[in-house]
């Protein structure tokens, strides 16, 4: 009842607002980050209550994506802050195979299911009292996963993320990076 509360809050008032990606159909798009860590039964009330007002994204990834979830999302995005192009270059035939397995799963209205690749400028867990850093390398990092993960043919990107101090991993422009992220991304 308070994802319900939420939602028709924010539908209410902002459904038509341009911040809102709108290019699914007119429906503003919706991502729905830890659906995995939901059971199925909210996940099945989310999608018949909410699936005709927003476009909805899982947030799933290949060691926990199932095809009964999967069914009440319209796409899927993995959130992979800590993607490291150095140390795992088989991370991006990780990333091509979820790619594959999204799109193998039908729409309940028989259109493919949209996949969107994570993109990331760097990851610093330090920061938050952590022990791995995944360095931004002037941009190269993230220019390195955009090219890797490109190899998934994703319809889109999620970016990771626009102020997510704690893991590192902000674009937004502050002291120590400046515009460097967002440049990168230009």
Known sequence: SQIDNDLAYLHANYATDSAFDHSNGGLPTLIMMGSRKYPQSVLDAFST??????????????????????????????????????????????????????????????????????????????????????PRLGGQTMRDIYAGNSGANPDGWTVISWNEIDEGTYIVPLERYGTQSVDTLN
Request: with cysteine; hydrophobic share 35%; proline share 7%.
């Open 49 to 134: 209550r909410w699936r005709s007002s927003f476009y909805l994204v899982g947030d799933e990834n290949w060691d926990t994506r199932n095809s009964a979830k999967a069914a009440d999302f319209d796409a899927d995005q993995y959130y992979w802050s800590s993607q490291n192009p150095t140390a795992n270059a088989a991370s991006f035939a990780d990333v091509e195979k979820l790619a594959t397995e999204v799109r193998a799963t039908p729409n309940p209205d028989g259109s493919p299911k949209k996949f969107f690749a994570p993109l990331t400028p760097g990851y610093n867990k330090v920061i938050g009292g952590g022990t791995s850093c995944v």
